[in-house]
């Protein structure tokens, strides 16, 4: 069975900080896709970035980037230059065959003015 | 705007009452999955179609039924409700591979007294 695991239920940042939430997630699949999604408090789930795990290279989209390391199973999000509207949940997704999606259980974070 | 329309966004019910949640997927899409976001429990999956037909069920209640039309919006039967229905249902779309995530409706908030 995959579980996606995301054990900082809350963290926070200053304003322009860099801050890294960490993802893990368990599988038996040599090929799969990994997503986070960030949802504001207006509970709209917004994707963030996608990892396609056979590809080495970390995703990067504008201030968000991934660490991905596939032996440790493991998927952690950076957000560089934190700003106030980067406040919200951040849910780690996991692709499986069949097309469902695995969410973790959520990191909440607040940017500190 | 996302391109997943939900209706209604709120609903309050009584306790033992059927509700109708409606989904009508992105341009294109033809798969449809229904999520149901409890308090303490994240993103749970419940049933996914892909042009009409069921594809996968997951922890989807007996009381709980779907159904994809021909025109691909989707609607989600929830009947006898009890209090602990209470939550936010998304719904999503995606292509046939969803390797490039899931694109979300706003949800419909469901409050069952």
């Known amino acids: 069975a995959q579980t996606v695991t995301q054990s900082q239920p809350e963290m926070s940042v200053q304003e322009a900080e860099t801050v890294t939430l960490s993802c893990t997630y368990d599988?038996?699949?040599?090929?799969?896709?990994l997503f986070w999604y960030k949802q504001p408090p207006s509970r709209q789930m917004i994707l963030v970035i996608r990892?396609?795990?056979?590809?080495?290279q970390n995703a990067t989209e504008n201030r968000f980037s991934v660490n991905f390391q596939k032996a440790a199973k493991s998927f952690s999000l950076k957000i560089s230059d934190s700003q106030l509207g980067d406040a919200a949940m951040y849910f780690c997704?996991?692709?499986?065959?069949?097309?469902?999606?695995?969410f973790g259980t959520g990191t909440s974070l607040t940017v500190i003015p | 705007d996302s391109g997943v329309t939900q209706t209604p966004k709120h609903l309050i019910t009584a306790t033992g009452q059927r509700v109708t949640l409606r989904c009508s997927p992105r341009?294109?899409?033809?798969?449809v999955y229904w999520y149901q976001q409890s308090l303490d429990q994240g993103l749970q999956f419940l049933i996914q179609?892909?042009?009409?037909?069921?594809?996968a069920k997951g922890n989807i209640l007996e009381r709980f039924s779907a159904q994809q039309f021909p025109d691909l919006h989707s609607e989600l039967n929830l009947s006898s409700l009890e209090l602990g229905d209470s939550a936010l249902y998304f719904c999503?779309?995606?292509?046939?591979?969803?390797?490039?995530?899931?694109?979300f409706g706003s949800g419909t908030r469901l409050t069952v007294v």
């Open positions: 999503a779309s995606s292509d046939l591979g969803s390797y490039y995530g899931y694109t």
């Open positions: 599988t038996s699949e040599s090929d799969y896709y």
């Open positions: 990892q396609e795990a056979y590809k080495q």
């Open positions: 997704a996991y692709r499986r065959t069949g097309n469902q999606f695995y």
């Open positions: 341009s294109g899409d033809l798969s």
């Open positions: 179609y892909y042009n009409g037909e069921e594809r």
